[in-house]
């Protein structure tokens, strides 16, 4: 079996092209994918280069951990499954490709647990259950925020989260005038116009190395920052102010099983909206060009691709 496939030859090189895939093991299922979501945080830094060393990273590889279709295929402990819509976070499925992380492909070979049944209505919306879930692991280990930085797709998916939990509206700063519209339920502000220095929980989602001397003073005392975005460079800051503060840092990594079931029934009963983040959806025969304007263009919160003219 084989399949198309979005392939990083290298940086800033890119090549749809026909892969093959590994055999089906008994409890696999093959699933046909019709949209896959493109991250501007992880895959802009292998489009780049700069992605710090992760086990399986190597060229070419395929991209991707937000991938929706259906199963179509199985092996025979996992037949039952067949006919299902799911969510797909990544695969790693190639004979000559590396799968880090291996969703971006018209077709997957993967094992039954790592297909989340989803409802089929969300179409290309389904590819945000990975965010979905990233951004309540931030939230599941401490305080709600108060303050917010950025107000990208998880900076979005954080805010509308904290309000689903119960959690008072958080304030969320952006720096690019053209992404602060979108709100729903919180208010989203330049940085500079905020004189606030009494935050108790800020969650930092920029991916800016360089801020933390500024949260820092942004806290009150005995508050703690979240780092839940991705950085490519080293992070660091002055002692001092974090001393007179005692302040708290916490790192938000990638979301577990558990987040993705917990997001898939906030979804389910409505008190969480994937609504009005996808803004770009592009055939998938146009990847090599559709990925530098993902990774470009301010005015795209998310690409999504569509492998429907492949089918």
């Not at 409890?27 to 489009?47: A, R």
């Not at 906030?266 to 060009?289: E, M, N, Y």
């Amino acid at each position: 079996m084989d399949t198309m496939a979005v392939t990083l030859e290298g940086p800033e090189r890119m090549a749809l092209k026909r892969l093959e895939l590994r055999g089906i093991g008994a409890s696999d299922v093959v699933v046909s994918i019709h949209y896959s979501g493109v991250s501007t945080g992880t895959e802009k830094l292998l489009w780049t280069g700069e992605m710090p060393p992760f086990p399986g990273m190597g060229y070419p590889l395929v991209p991707g951990y937000e991938s929706v279709g259906r199963i179509v295929d199985a092996g025979p402990d996992a037949q039952s499954r067949i006919g299902e819509w799911v969510f797909v976070p990544g695969a790693n499925c190639y004979t000559d490709a590396r799968g880090l992380f291996g969703g971006t492909a018209q077709r997957l070979i993967v094992p039954a647990a790592r297909a989340l049944p989803i409802p089929e209505s969300l179409a290309e919306q389904g590819v945000l259950f990975a965010l979905a879930a990233t951004a309540r692991h931030a939230l599941g280990g401490g305080d709600a925020p108060d303050l917010i930085v950025g107000h990208g797709v998880l900076g979005r998916l954080l805010a509308r989260l904290t309000i689903a939990t119960g959690a008072p509206a958080p304030t969320v700063w952006e720096i690019d005038p053209s992404r602060r519209a979108g709100a729903q339920g919180y208010s989203v502000i330049d940085p500079a116009a905020d004189e606030r220095r009494d935050y108790r929980s800020i969650y930092d989602v920029s991916g800016d190395a360089s801020g933390l001397d500024r949260l820092i003073g942004r806290i009150t005392k005995g508050g703690q920052i979240v780092l839940a975005g991705f950085y490519r460079d080293r992070l660091g800051f002055d002692f001092a102010p974090a001393f007179q503060r005692e302040a708290r840092l916490r790192i938000a990594a990638e979301w577990q099983p558990q987040d993705l079931a917990a997001t898939q029934t906030l979804i389910r009963t409505g008190a969480l909206s994937l609504g009005g983040l996808v803004t770009d959806v592009a055939p998938a025969s146009d990847a090599p060009t559709a990925y530098p304007n993902a990774f470009e263009d301010r005015d795209c919160l998310k690409l999504v691709l569509d492998w429907s003219e492949l089918a």
